[in-house]
Nanobody, 125 residues
Framework: VQLQASGGGLVQAGGSLRLSCAAS????????MGWSRQAPGEEREFVAG????????LYTDPVKGRFTISRNNANNTVWLQMDNLKPEDTADYYC???????????????????WGQGTLVTVSS
């Protein structure tokens, strides 16, 4: 599978953005998906993950209640809806995937073995 992320941009604090990740290939349903982010000078960190079916999701604590991950297996797409954005959300956001068992959601970088290019999100105060 190959991943193409889009949707980043500049937004004021309190605003919203929706990131999209389009996956190529016919085995999308075999992959659990996730979003990670990397701020300048920082390590890449897990943000949100979703199981193959979409029934299970996990979030890092700083984004709980503000971000929502979802997927559509019919059109090979995963989204990250980001609401009430804060300046500390500024980072390059990466879509990632890995084949896994039903119901599993990866939460660490090494659990993902396919990565898309980043899309930059900048939140101004």
């Amino acid at each position: 599978v190959q991943l193409q992320a889009s949707g980043g941009g500049l937004v004021q604090a309190g605003g919203s953005l929706r990131l999209s990740c389009a996956a190529s290939g016919r085995t999308f349903i075999s992959y659990f998906m996730g979003w990670s982010r990397q701020a300048p000078g920082e390590e890449r960190e897990f943000v949100a993950g979703i199981s193959r079916s979409g029934r299970s999701t996990l979030y890092t604590d700083p984004v709980k209640g503000r971000f929502t991950i979802s997927r559509n297996n019919a059109n090979n797409t995963v989204w990250l809806q980001m609401d009430n954005l804060k300046p500390e959300d500024t980072a390059d956001y990466y879509c990632a995937a890995s084949a896994g068992s039903q119901g599993f959601v990866g939460t660490t970088r090494r659990e993902y073995n396919v990565w898309g290019q980043g899309t930059l999100v900048t939140v101004s105060s």
